[in-house]
């Protein structure tokens, strides 16, 4: 039991029946019920949130790593009690998962609040779990690890390796443009995803489980391990193992970790990973629950001289088992150990600068994870933007996007959210070429829950003609997978009165990614004027969906309700 409390969690955490005495002892009477003894209840109390659902695949093999961290625990001598949250699988869960993140935060964090524990540990893995559940620990007042699924491994179609999910809009794109045709797109599905675990690339659920890591969430080693092995097993019983400590301990709490120091290093290693624009929305999020002013055009100036070091997909031509070979997250942080501040210290109490000093460097770095002295790419990996059609700040990862197109000026193409964006696109007689900026809007955060919309397919006339990327410009996110010059999390978005809501087919829109510029080549006065003719939709009627809508922030804010 936690050195600073003599008294049981069982004890200490109340039901309000204006009796204490009659709620503890209704309390064990129930938990006899279950099995449990005195001797059993008076052991430090690990909570374990569980996000095991038929509809989250990726986190099919839930079960088996919960097992491993019940074992971590019971042979450290503690009690281990799961409990259920809200589980976000990326695929199934409909308008987007975005939309139920702050909901997941909220359920996370009342849970630890009101169940009795004296730690806990949030298993997740999936896009939007992993955010939720640090932004509810960052509100917790009680010790707090995170550990993930981890990634799925690679399948192979013809010869092919593939990984979701940017194989799948690779070959999508290429059924689109008459390439693959019904029989092989099919086909090539079934390989697709080839096992339990999180997306095979540095998509959002990579990304941010490297950021846990990073910010000192997580043990260390935990970030890349496969869903399907045993080293995930064996990382999953470590942590049980080190929450019984940090319950005995009491300490240190979340918001000890989470600093403004941990974050910074976040940011780098972000950099270096190329890792998925939402990581910017969600760790602006967290460092707000934790109390860390992190401001969006931070993640441009804080990781300004750290290079593309990671060769995975989208960003490069590996996958998250390859990263996982060549060392994984130590091993970068290694490499990044002269950007780093060493002295953070996360959830293994030691800090960073002792860490990095007992990490061998890898022989075969150099396949994935590349020397500071011949990066995969130069600094500048994901970058803030700003300007007339974004004046908050929009946000593009450089890494994946054509270089050709990082300046370009052509005329917009706009589309609504609620559209048939497909049809309108597939037209055969659609007026377009590829020098026209798609346009995507209100599908931010008040209007739509900000969907992974804005990677808008290439329209099929001109896909079939070879054109595989255009500039593509929305208040939308786009999935961690995706690539392509996409510019995404217009603020303010069109719903809130931004300029996007006044963008006209033909206004000329000029993106320059070295300048740090997205504007509308539409002249002020104009703008104003149109302006006073737009009118916003009406918010939802009921429910989450209108206290989402009302209270959302915006992205350039991280999109977490105001009032958490």
């Not at 006899?32 to 209840?41: E, I, N, P």
């Not at 092989?184 to 990579?206: K, N, P, Y």
């Not at 969600?282 to 055009?297: E, W």
Request: with cysteine; glycine share 10%; hydrophobic share 45%.
């Amino acid at each position: 039991m936690p050195a600073h409390e003599s008294v049981s969690a069982i004890d200490r955490s109340r039901t309000a029946y204006g009796d204490d005495g009659f709620s503890r002892y209704l309390r064990r009477a129930f938990l006899a019920s279950a099995g449990y003894d005195d001797v059993d209840l008076d052991r430090p109390v690990i909570g374990i949130a569980v996000t095991t659902s038929s509809y989250n695949t990726c986190h099919r093999e839930m079960p088996a790593l919960l097992e491993a961290v019940r074992r971590g625990v019971f042979e450290a001598g503690g009690l281990p009690m799961e409990f259920p949250t809200i589980s976000l699988g990326e695929i199934l869960t409909s308008p987007t998962s975005m939309l139920f993140r702050n909901l997941m935060a909220m359920d996370t964090e009342e849970m630890i609040h009101a169940l009795p524990m004296d730690a806990a540990i949030l298993l997740g893995g999936c896009d939007k779990t992993v955010p939720a559940q640090l932004m509810a620990a960052a509100s917790a007042d009680k010790p707090v690890l995170l550990e993930v699924v981890g990634p799925m491994m690679t399948g192979s179609w013809r010869g092919e390796r593939l990984g979701a999910c940017t194989d799948c809009r690779r070959l999508w794109g290429e059924h689109r443009a008459g390439a693959l045709d019904a029989d092989q797109i099919t086909e090539a599905r079934s390989e697709l995803v080839a096992t339990a675990g999180t997306c095979a690339v540095m998509g959002t659920a990579s990304t941010m489980a490297c950021m846990t890591e990073t910010l000192g969430m997580m043990l260390p080693g935990g970030a890349t391990p496969g869903a399907v092995t045993g080293a995930r097993l064996r990382h999953g019983t470590a942590t049980g193992r080190r929450a019984v400590e940090l319950a005995r301990q009491g300490a240190p709490l979340p918001r000890q970790i989470l600093t403004r120091q941990a974050f910074e290093n976040a940011v780098k290693v972000l950099a270096a990973l190329g890792g998925s624009t939402n990581a910017l929305v969600h760790m602006v999020a967290v460092a707000r629950r934790a109390g860390v002013d992190l401001s969006l055009d931070e993640f441009d100036t804080i990781g300004a001289k750290v290079p593309l070091l990671v060769d995975c997909k989208p960003s490069g031509a590996n996958y998250m088992e390859d990263f996982h070979r060549s060392g994984g997250l130590p091993a970068l942080l290694k490499e990044l150990e002269p950007h780093l501040e060493t002295s953070t210290v996360g959830v293994s109490g030691r800090p960073l600068a002792e860490l990095l000093a007992q990490t061998r460097p890898r022989e075969d770095w150099q396949q994935v994870i590349r020397p500071l002295s011949d990066p995969l790419g130069p600094p500048g990996a994901l970058a803030v933007l700003a300007g007339s059609l974004a004046p908050n700040g929009a946000v593009i990862k450089t890494s994946a996007a054509s270089p050709e197109l990082l300046r370009h000026t052509g005329p917009a193409f706009v589309v609504e959210a609620g559209q048939d964006i497909a049809a309108i696109l597939d037209d055969p007689d659609l007026d377009i070429t590829p020098d026209h900026v798609l346009v995507l809007r209100g599908a931010g955060p008040v209007a739509a829950g900000m969907p992974e919309a804005g990677a808008l397919p290439i329209p099929r006339k001109l896909a079939r003609q070879g054109v595989r990327d255009m500039v593509r410009v929305s208040d939308a996110r786009m999935s961690g997978t995706s690539y392509g010059t996409v510019v995404l999390h217009c603020d303010p978005e069109a719903a809130a009165g931004g300029p996007l809501a006044v963008v006209r087919n033909g206004d000329l829109i000029r993106l320059d990614v070295p300048a740090r510029r997205l504007d509308l080549l539409v002249d002020e006065t104009e703008i104003v004027q149109r302006m006073r003719d737009f009118t916003p939709a009406a918010l939802p009627a009921r429910g989450w969906r209108r206290l989402y809508a009302e209270t959302v922030l915006p992205a350039s804010q991280g999109a977490d309700l105001s009032f958490l």
